[in-house]
């Protein structure tokens, strides 16, 4: 499976960005999403996760209620909407695919990762 994200870009504290993140070359129905974020000299954090139905979802306690991750399998896409930005927020975002359609939180349990995409909040 090849992943491109793409979707990042600069944008001021409280704006919103949607990121994409197209999958290739295996089964994108029957697999679980993934994002991940890591900032400077940080370590890589989990952000969300979708099922490969879409019906299942979950999120980092620090996005709840900002971000949503969705999927459209006709598109072999999954999407994470990001709400009120803050600085804190600024990293290379990624996405994953594992190799079960379930829900996973630990980048561990991906097999597939695309190239990240850079999100820039300033304040």
């Known amino acids: 499976v090849q992943l491109q994200a793409s979707g990042g870009g600069l944008v001021q504290a409280g704006d919103s960005l949607r990121l994409s993140c197209a999958a290739s070359g295996g089964t994108f129905t029957t697999t679980g999403m993934g994002w991940f974020r890591q900032a400077p000299g940080k370590e890589r954090e989990f952000v969300a996760t979708?099922?490969?139905?879409?019906?299942?979802?979950y999120y980092a306690e620090f996005v709840k209620g900002r971000f949503t991750i969705s999927r459209d399998n006709a598109k072999n896409t999954a999407y994470l909407q990001t709400n009120s930005l803050n600085p804190e927020d600024t990293a290379i975002y990624y996405c994953?695919?594992?190799?079960?359609?379930?829900?996973?939180?630990?980048?561990?349990?991906?097999?597939?990762w695309g190239q990240g995409t850079l999100v820039t909040v300033s304040s």
């Open positions: 979708i099922s490969s139905s879409g019906r299942i979802t």
């Open positions: 994953a695919a594992s190799n079960v359609p379930g829900t996973r939180i630990n980048a561990y349990e991906y097999a597939y």
